[in-house]
T-cell receptor
Framework: AQSVTQLGSHVSVSEGALVLLRCNYS??????LFWYVQYPNQGLQLLLK??????LVKGINGFEAEFKKSETSFHLTKPSAHMSDAAEYFC???????????FGAGTRLFVKA | DAGVTQSPTHLIKTRGQHVTLRCSPI?????VSWYQQVLGQGPQFIFQ???????GRGNFPDRFSARQFPNYSSELNVNALLLGDSALYLC??????????????FGEGSRLTVL
């Protein structure tokens, strides 16, 4: 079954520290991969997407993610966390020819001053 | 340009009632998808409509139905509400069916509470 797994429902980092949010997908065929962010009481906003053009994808707000086919992973990173990064982050996958985007359970990022 | 708009933003219903949620996509977008997000979980796919035709349906009971109008706006209907239907209902639009660019543009959601 097609699925997305996000390791860690909560991640806490200090301001200025590295942010690493993990995502693994289940598929033998590289799909479209996405990271979305959700701030409290808001809808989801696209951070970045992988569509096979490049394995390292840069997104908004200094975030980037690397597609690793051998590991079926698409982890999200940011070199230096900011207080404004505190939000819920969702990894998502859309399989080629498919119509529904499948979301992971989400990882809530806390940033400590 | 206006983003995806949803109405109402909040509503409270009692068990057994019916609810209609509305969504207007971004101008030029022909596809609308509906997702249910229960507190503490990721969005779960309910429906996708493209050019007024249903392209896909998630694992939801027949109490859930939807339609898309000629202006590409959409309604999600839920009959015989259960307590477990309490959630944030998200509407997302995309240019095509999403299978070309893949990107979804989300509204802020309709928060439904069933008492």
């Amino acid at each position: 079954a097609q699925s997305v797994t996000q390791l860690g429902s909560h991640v806490s980092v200090s301001e200025g520290a590295l942010v690493l949010l993990r995502c693994n997908y289940s598929s033998s065929v590289p799909p479209y991969l996405f990271w979305y962010v959700q701030y409290p009481n808001q809808g989801l906003q696209l951070l970045l997407k992988y569509t096979s053009a490049a394995t390292l994808v840069k997104g908004i707000n200094g975030f980037e993610a690397e597609f690793k086919k051998s590991e079926t992973s698409f982890h999200l990173t940011k070199p230096s966390a900011h207080m404004s990064d505190a939000a819920e982050y969702f990894c998502a996958v859309l399989y080629t020819g498919g119509f529904k985007t499948i979301f992971g359970a989400g990882t809530r990022l806390f940033v400590k001053a | 340009d206006a983003g995806v708009t949803q109405s109402p933003t909040h509503l409270i219903k009692t068990r057994g009632q019916h609810v209609t949620l509305r969504c207007s996509p971004i101008s030029g977008h022909k596809s609308v998808s509906w997702y249910q997000q229960v507190l503490g979980q990721g969005p779960q796919f309910i429906f996708q409509y493209y050019e007024k035709e249903e392209r896909g349906r998630g694992n939801f009971p027949d109490r859930f139905s939807a339609r898309q109008f000629p202006n590409y706006s959409s309604e999600l209907n839920v009959n015989a509400l259960l307590l477990g239907d309490s959630a944030l209902y998200l509407c997302a639009s995309s240019l095509e069916g999403g299978h070309i660019t893949g990107e979804l543009f989300f509204g802020e959601g309709s928060r439904l509470t069933v008492l």
